[in-house]
């Protein structure tokens, strides 16, 4: 990452921008297709991350972390507005031309994702559940413009 992480504890810890994704149903999928769909989002989010020209987490420190049905990617801040325009909408093209290509019989595919930038005391600190709080009503509803 850019910014090191504080060593004193009354420091405010370095920023990180996070992006969290995880697939809504995905204990539904039946057990035999849950690797493929796995598969298919890290490829997705991989093309996406590139046409984005953002580095692929998984290649800087502690900058990845799966969490089963979707994962926690972290950036620097610097490129944050990077993660809202042009990630987001690119993301979601993706998945419009896989669900035109998806076979009948494949896993549907329905990622959430969230954008958060903030002090992070460390990258396991970001490995808890973001993308959709606890007793958070609001958190269900969609969005409305």
Known sequence: MDAPLNAEPLDVPAELALVAIDMEKYSQIPEAKMAAVRCDVDDIMA???AECELPHPKELPGGYKDSG??????FPPSVLARLVDPLLCRLN????????QRLASSALLRLRASVHV???????????PSTRPSGCSTARQPARH
């Open 47 to 49: 093309t996406v991350l």
């Open 69 to 74: 049905d979707g994962a926690i990617l972290l």
């Open 93 to 100: 093209a993706a998945l419009v031309r896989y669900e035109r």
């Open 118 to 128: 903030g002090p992070c005391p460390s990258p396991t600190t970001a490995a808890k």
